[in-house]
């Protein structure tokens, strides 16, 4: 994506976290109060995402799990990419459909008001494809957490923030418990370079 049409894209998603947010007030909008906040300094993104907008090349398939309003969803099908994205708040599917329609129209970009990966079709992904969790981190169940292990085994690689999945992670022990869980898996994790620092992302490959 080149410099401007980002620049525009945030401003566009700006603009529309500020109507939502005032047409229909923090509950009914499905926003959370960070995209809020976020907007009034006039960013659309976390430093994470722009990383990541940065490293997922274009023409990639996505599952992208947890998308909140979607915006790095949405930024990532305007690069090109193929998206299909899960978000089980009813709230924030639709504040994500409005969006997608107001910023990411004519791309290929579906959304899916679902759990994953209940939301997963028994015949997906059908090629080479891409499992990505940013921030998911909130109060999973072991059924949910069994549900996303299982569901990485179908794809070519898997990128999570070791921080931010499922639950939060503060403490490194914690994080390390989690990496050490996947690579019994049989995962291989590499850290993503994503140019920040505080940067827990991982890509994992099965070994
Ligand atoms: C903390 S928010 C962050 C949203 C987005 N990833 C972001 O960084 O802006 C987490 C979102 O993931 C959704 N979520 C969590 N677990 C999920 C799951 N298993 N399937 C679908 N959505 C999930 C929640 O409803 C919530 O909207």
Redo the contacts with the bound molecule.
């Keep these: 994506m080149k410099r401007a049409q980002l620049r525009q894209f945030e401003e566009q998603v700006v603009t529309f976290i500020d109507e939502r947010h005032r047409a229909l007030g923090v509950e009914e909008s499905?926003l959370?109060p960070?995209?809020v906040q976020r907007a009034e300094k006039k960013r659309a993104f976390?430093r994470?995402?722009r990383g990541l907008l940065a490293h997922l090349e274009t023409g990639t398939t996505i599952y992208?799990?947890?998308?909140?309003?979607?915006?790095?969803s949405a930024a990532l099908a305007l690069k090109g990419c193929r998206v299909i994205g899960?978000?089980?708040?009813p709230e924030?599917a639709e504040a994500a459909r409005a969006l997608r329609d107001a910023v990411a129209q004519g791309t290929d970009y579906e959304l899916r008001e679902?759990?994953?990966?209940?939301?997963l079709r028994a015949d997906e992904p059908a090629g080479a494809a891409t499992l990505l969790?940013?921030?998911?981190?909130?109060n999973?169940s072991d059924e949910?957490y069994a549900?996303?292990f299982a569901a990485m085994k179908r794809f070519s690689r898997t990128i999570l923030d070791l921080r931010?999945f499922?639950h939060t992670r503060n403490e490194p022990e914690e994080r390390d418990e989690l990496a050490r869980r996947l690579e019994a898996m049989g995962h291989e994790l590499r850290p993503l370079d994503l140019n920040c620092n505080n940067n827990f992302y991982v890509e994992l490959t099965a070994r």
């Excluded at 899960?86 to 708040?89: D, L």
């Excluded at 679902?114 to 939301?119: I, V």
């Excluded at 969790?133 to 909130?138: H, K, Q, R, S, Y």
């Design positions: 499905g959370l960070y995209y976390t994470y995402e992208h799990a947890g998308i909140g309003i979607g915006v790095l899960f978000e089980e708040m924030r679902a759990n994953f990966p209940g939301g969790f940013t921030n998911v981190a909130g999973w949910t549900g996303a931010l499922g």
